[in-house]
């Protein structure tokens, strides 16, 4: 069984950042491709930003294009997110999960872990 362990979120000031870590298990990790994902509150989960399954292709959403990158060590089954110039509106709880191909062309996989909390405020 696949289990996402995401952690690193917190309260940060606008301007800042954060990383975010995933911690993945149950799967052979290296042959997946992966996302990070974020729900606002009264909002719907959307997609942040996905990573093939060798990392050499990524893909982000318009709002944080420029601001987040993500990147993964499958040597260590994990999955980051770095996220700079933090905004407001990127306050949300953050998920990370994994797709059913190599690509993130693929469907992600309808299994969540808890996530984090990112909170931008003054």
């Known amino acids: 069984q696949v289990q996402f362990v995401e952690s690193g979120g917190g309260l940060v000031q606008p301007g800042g950042s954060l990383r975010l870590s995933c911690a993945a298990s149950?799967?052979?990790?290296?042959?997946?491709?992966m996302g990070w994902y974020r729900q606002a509150p009264g909002k719907v989960r959307e997609l942040v930003a996905s990573i093939s399954s060798g990392g050499a292709m990524t893909n982000y959403a318009g709002s944080v294009k420029g601001r987040f990158t993500i990147s993964r060590e499958n040597a260590k089954n994990m999955v980051y997110l770095q996220m700079n110039s933090l905004k407001p509106e990127d306050t949300a709880v953050y998920y990370c999960t994994q797709y059913s191909g190599s690509s993130y062309y693929s469907s992600p996989i309808d299994y969540w872990g808890k996530g984090t909390l990112v909170t931008v405020s003054s």
């Open positions: 149950g799967s052979i990790f290296s042959r997946y491709a």
